[in-house]
């Protein structure tokens, strides 16, 4: 199955530059950032809270309506202090002392996707408002941040070790808004599943930014 999903990124890949090579459209370039909200499993709902999530895209309509592109984003999720402070407490078995404080153990995710977006409605001549769903394939690097334990004039950070990189499906919707033939505004929603070891870790990030074309016909 790996296999198989590498060999589709690759054939998009080269589609994709294919395409912009021979100059026969015109590259979209789209940055943006917004929240992402933890989804599953409950351990990470329960704990972890919502948090900044930011991406870059390049992509290449093959058509009006059908455009192919490749993305790079990441997700930074804090943990709930009073559940971490709490988490020590069991482990310590009694009351973290007077003026110690902990903090730290985020939970974060890169992910480099590719993807195919359809247009609702869309025209050899452009609107400047469009609807659009897209459905995102790829891999996750996830991993936690130190956790910091200070007080009493002193501060230690403890690494928490090890990271996954996992296969990533994903699927959502938007629009965008083109302001000019070159600039525009959009807004989107994905719910993205990371396919981790036993349950499926499940974010959703709702981003807005801007869209560039540049160069083509």
């Given at each position: ?82 559940k971490l402070v709490a988490m020590f407490e069991e482990e310590l078995g009694e ?69 996954t990189t996992d296969l990533t499906m994903g699927f959502g919707a938007g629009f ?42």
């Amino acid at each position: 199955m790996r296999k198989a999903i590498a060999v589709t990124l690759l054939m998009v890949i080269l589609s994709s530059a294919s395409v912009a090579l021979a100059g026969e459209t015109k590259p979209a370039f789209y940055v943006g950032g917004g929240l992402s909200m933890p989804m599953s499993p409950q351990l990470l709902s329960d704990n972890w809270k919502t948090g900044f999530s930011g991406t870059g895209r390049v992509g290449f309509a093959l058509s009006p309506a059908l455009e192919l592109g490749a993305s790079v984003g990441f997700n930074s999720f804090p943990m709930d202090n009073a559940k971490l402070v709490a988490m020590f407490e069991e482990e310590l078995g009694e009351p973290i002392p007077s003026g110690v404080t902990v903090d730290g153990f985020g939970f974060k995710t890169l992910e480099f996707l590719a993807d195919i977006k359809y247009v609702f409605g869309a025209t050899a001549e452009a609107k400047p408002f469009s609807p659009y769903m897209l459905v995102a394939f790829g891999m996750t690097k996830s991993s936690f941040g130190d956790i910091t334990v200070s007080g009493g004039g002193l501060s230690v950070s403890v690494p928490v070790p090890g990271s996954t990189t996992d296969l990533t499906m994903g699927f959502g919707a938007g629009f965008q808004y083109m302001f000019s033939p070159k600039v525009g505004f959009w807004v989107d929603g994905k719910y993205m599943m990371i396919m981790t070891e036993g349950e499926s870790t499940a974010h959703l990030p709702i981003r807005a930014g801007l869209k560039f074309m540049v160069g083509g016909n």
